[in-house]
Structures are given as C-alpha cells and as structure tokens.
C-alpha cells in the first residue's frame, strides 16, 4: 500500500503542469499586469481572435517614447507569459504600437511558438528572434 501512495504522488508530479487560465482571467492578468508595473507602456487594449487558422492574441499600447524596442520587449514578452498559461492555443501574436508624432501605428507580428523559445525557454537569441520571428510594419 506504501508504494501505492508514493507511485500515485510520483504519477500527479510528473503530470503536474502550469495551471491553465480562461480567456477572461487571461484578460484580467494583462490588465493588473499593466496597471503593476511602473515601467509599462500604457495600454490601450487586447483582443482574441481567429484570423484564418491562425488563433490570434493582440495587444495595443501607447508609448511616450519615439524609440520602440524597450516596448517590443517588453509586449512579446507579456504575450508569451501570456500564451504560456491560457487555456487558448494561441499560434501567434500582435502588437500594435502608437508613437509620438506617428500617424500610423507601428504592428508588430510574431509566432507565439517563437516568441517563447526566446521569452520563455531562452533557446534562441534575442538577435535570432528579431531576425527569425519577428516582423514589424509601418515604419
């Protein structure tokens, strides 16, 4: 009976994953995520889409700054953190940046898969992921 205990616990650890969250709670997190860290860009908004095949996560945000790498960051790694607890499997991500004296927003396009070797797993270089995974429009 002992070993039946110890391999039931051994079986529910190695099982054990991240919890996974609805897209409402999901919702909730991107917002206190925002609203918590003083360095945030401000955000303006999120949606979940289906774009095709594609199961889509964008985020809207507004920067002071006319300079948008501190942004590109920082928004990639939000989604992956992100993608990484949502029920949604999410394929790829959006990011569309307003800027000071722009007209247009900046988007920026990049596969969630992709984004977490970089983000998440630390597999690939931040060069790699720019180069590699990352698309950026209108500039």
Do not use: V
């Amino acid at each position: 009976m002992k070993y039946l205990i110890i391999f039931i616990y051994l079986i529910n650890f190695i099982m054990a994953t991240t919890p996974k969250y609805s897209d409402e709670k999901i919702a909730i997190m991107i917002q206190e995520y925002f609203q918590s860290n003083k360095d945030a860009p401000e955000l303006l908004g999120y949606h979940f889409y289906k774009d095709k095949k594609e199961q889509m996560i964008q985020i809207e945000i507004n920067s002071k700054n006319i300079e948008i790498n501190e942004e590109i960051l920082f928004g990639f790694k939000i989604i992956s953190i992100i993608t990484n607890i949502s029920k949604t499997q999410f394929t790829k991500s959006n990011l569309i940046i307003y800027t000071p004296n722009r007209t247009l927003p900046i988007i920026a396009t990049s596969a969630i898969e992709c984004s977490n070797n970089f983000f998440i797993k630390n597999s690939i270089s931040e060069f790699l992921w720019r180069k590699n995974c990352l698309t950026i429009n209108n500039i």
